[in-house]
């Protein structure tokens, strides 16, 4: 059996790719509706600029509504 026929799992490519969307730490504790000093404090000090992420749009309320297990198992 030669090498490259081997029975085994490679990898073939690789890429990255980032979402345009990009947020300041600060931004995402609020999003989230973190008032404890001691989580945004996690946040703020976190020598992390900015994360791009992708979120889905906020509730009325202007917070990420929270998903729970069932829901994400639905998608």
């Known amino acids: ?3 490259n026929s081997a029975p085994y799992p490679r990898v073939i490519g690789l890429g990255t790719a980032n979402p345009n969307t990009c947020y300041d730490q600060t931004i995402i ?3 989230f509706g973190h008032k404890q000093a001691r ?3 996690l946040f703020e000090n976190s020598h992390i600029r900015k994360r791009f992420l992708y979120f889905p749009e906020p ?3 202007g917070l990420i509504q929270q998903e ?3 829901t994400l198992q639905s998608i």
């Open 1 to 3: 059996m030669s090498v």
């Open 29 to 31: 504790a609020d999003m």
């Open 39 to 41: 989580i945004k404090k």
């Open 59 to 61: 509730g009325k309320n």
């Open 68 to 70: 729970d297990s069932a």
